[in-house]
């Protein structure tokens, strides 16, 4: 009997650290993840879209987001293919190369990416309008919750809505798209839940472009180039994140790397804005007029790369990884960390 004392004591301690470690190593995943930002694959660059997932699922990101402009449709979803199979979700937003103007095009992206907004298990939402679903979308993941704006044409207009400002640049009538103003009650409503401890918003075109001068606020077409238009809708925009904490909006269509500070037109409200470099083989420069509501922090010109988000606890940090660029071929890229910067979940600007 004095034998079976200890023994049972040992087996006793040993399913007891059985059961704990699984409960650790969750609690540390839990508070510990990463996720990756990818922009601009258009045209039929797949081999730097391969290249760029492989680092992905090296880096074993929990999620990837476009902020735009993929490209050949086909040729993603097979490039995907590498994600799904290392259970890296992956969450698109149309850009202007996903649009043009054309209504196809949108059943062509809800089809190649069905269920976005209510994949079960993400905590998504919508804005209650017509045609929207999937395309503007939330959802939510561990500590963050992500909105991913579409300003793209995507519905035909009512009769006798469109006027001669609704020309895409080809010359053809713009098809309605949504603003950033129709968006304001839903982004709204998204901030206020109290489902996650920091928020960061994305759209395809900027902010304020370093290149492109059309940006976030303009209609869907290049040729508005007035970056302080709308500005009632702006200052709406800005103010509305500042009073709910979000402190980074992250965006592409300028195929480089821009870290920049941005306030609004009436200077009461200030961002982060991150370009998030480019995955295509052609490659814009920055050009004048710069505005003087934007504060250079950090640049990457003529090279592909990629954005990390690590989450820690209560801390977070970006990296930028860029290399050489690809051209028309593939080749074996050395990835070099190029920017990175780290914030707390909670701190204001
Ligand atoms: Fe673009």
Redesign the pocket.
């Known amino acids: 009997m004095q034998l079976i004392r200890p023994v049972f004591l040992y087996f006793f301690a040993a399913t007891l650290v059985l059961l704990l470690v699984p409960c650790v190593l969750a609690a540390e995943s839990d508070s510990s993840w990463s996720f990756g930002v990818i922009a601009?694959s258009?045209g039929r660059a797949i081999h730097i879209t391969n290249a760029i997932n492989a680092e992905f699922v090296r880096h074993k990101v929990d999620f990837v987001v476009q902020v735009?402009?993929l490209g050949n449709l086909q040729d993603r979803i097979a490039s995907n293919q590498v994600l799904a199979e290392a259970g890296i979700r992956f969450y698109p937003l149309r850009?202007?190369?996903d649009s043009e103007n054309k209504i196809e095009m949108v059943a062509q992206f809800q089809k190649a990416f069905p269920s976005i907004h209510n994949t079960p298990g993400n905590g998504g939402s919508s804005p209650d309008l017509p045609g929207v679903a999937g395309l503007t979308y939330s959802f939510t993941h561990k500590s963050g919750k992500f909105i991913l704006l579409d300003t793209f044409p995507l519905l035909d207009w009512n009769e006798g809505e469109a006027n001669e400002n609704h020309k895409w640049y080809d010359g053809s009538i713009l098809r309605k798209a949504y603003t950033v103003g129709d968006y304001l009650p839903w982004i709204e409503a998204e901030l206020k839940k109290d489902d996650h401890r920091f928020a960061m918003v994305f759209g395809?075109k900027n902010l304020i472009g370093q290149n492109h001068k059309d940006n976030l606020f303009n209609l869907a077409h290049h040729d508005q180039t007035d970056q302080d238009a709308h500005p009632e809708m702006q200052n709406a925009f800005y103010a509305l994140l500042q009073r709910y904490g979000v402190r980074y909006y992250l965006s592409?269509?300028d195929h480089m790397y821009n870290r920049s500070l941005i306030k609004s037109p009436d200077g009461k409200s200030e961002i982060v804005q991150i370009i998030c470099g480019s995955a295509f083989q052609g490659f814009y420069m920055p050009k004048p007029p710069f505005s003087e509501r934007e504060t250079p922090i950090s640049q990457d010109l003529k090279r592909n790369g990629f954005l990390l988000v690590r989450i820690d606890g209560e801390r977070g940090r970006f990296e930028y990884y860029s290399t050489e660029p690809f051209g028309d071929e593939p080749k074996s890229p050395t990835w070099e960390l190029r920017d990175s910067f780290e914030f707390s979940l909670t701190e204001t600007l």
């Open positions: 601009d258009q735009g402009d850009g202007n190369h395809h592409g269509h």
